[in-house]
């Protein structure tokens, strides 16, 4: 059975709109009792886990449309309602991801693999289509040929990394920003307390009775971006939506503009001197 306090929290999730979170399944199998999760839910927008994501993330072996029709799905499900294109990388369905060597990482063909992807929606499997951690550069590349285009992109941001270039291509574009890593990912291996302990953050938060959390959530909202939550403390999940009853002052937004800014994941393991991306900033096309 499915976790009560996972359910606690999509229900939450749902209701307050937060729909693009991040849930991780804690159970011994990942996928078998999620049919049943969506069963006994009311989805405003059903978004379903594949690799423990509530979004379906898509890694591409051997190319074409084998990354979504080819693989063994367990979901129980006909469809997917948001599918994403997980990074502008293309590895060997062998490799580890979190150790990858050269020879594990193969041409990425941004055309190809869209085509692909639109491909699932003709075909039923996915509602909707979207890419993450795309920069304006490859997302220019992407529209020139797309009949379907994106409806999300899921990039880090937060108020350490603003994002504004991506953020106003994107509204242009009128693609949807997910943010993830709204908090800083303090705990990762690249995360930072950029976020939590900053100090005008916390200058903020104190002068509104919130908390820093809340303050870095409600900014992201007020960019017009979804936050990407992820805590599975019941009191903090209700900290996270109280959120919607209050704003910014003009000198708060000019504030928060002003907070340095740094990239938390920068994508190193990905760039290799004979590769496709041989430095970082190959990688995200000058836009870091």
């Known amino acids: 059975m499915i976790d009560q306090n996972l359910k606690h929290r999509i229900d939450q999730n749902l209701k307050h709109q937060f729909l693009n979170s991040e849930l991780r399944i804690r159970s011994h199998s990942r996928f078998d009792s999620i049919p049943i999760l969506i069963s006994n839910l009311t989805w405003a927008a059903m978004e379903t886990v594949f690799q423990d994501y509530i979004s379906s993330i898509i890694y591409w072996g051997s190319g074409g449309t084998n990354g979504f029709v080819g693989m063994e799905w367990k979901l129980g499900l006909e469809y997917v309602d948001l599918y994403l294109v997980h990074w502008p990388i293309r590895i060997k369905k062998s490799a580890d991801r979190f150790k990858l060597i050269e020879s594990d990482v193969l041409h990425f063909d941004i055309k190809e693999t869209w085509k692909a992807m639109e491909e699932c929606c003709k075909l039923g499997l996915a509602n909707s289509i979207g890419v993450s951690n795309y920069s304006c550069s490859k997302l220019s590349k992407l529209l020139e040929n ?15 990394w603003q994002q504004q270039k991506l953020l106003q291509f994107c509204k242009e574009k009128n693609i949807l920003v997910s943010a993830w890593s709204p908090l800083g990912a303090n705990g990762a291996i690249w995360g930072s307390h950029q976020v939590m302990q900053n100090p005008v953050l916390k200058d903020i938060a104190a002068a509104k009775d919130k908390s820093v959390a809340q303050v870095a959530l409600r900014w992201i909202h007020e960019q017009g971006a979804i936050p990407v939550v992820k805590s599975f403390n019941k009191e903090r999940m209700k900290e996270n939506i109280q959120i919607f009853d209050w704003k910014f002052t003009d000198e708060e937004v000019s504030q928060i503009q002003h907070v340095p800014q740094a990239k938390g994941f920068r994508g190193e393991r990905y760039v290799f001197p004979k590769g496709q991306y041989k430095s970082i900033e190959e990688l995200w096309d000058g836009e870091i």
């Open 146 to 160: 797309a009949t379907i285009p994106p409806v999300v992109n899921q990039v880090e941001m937060n108020v350490a």
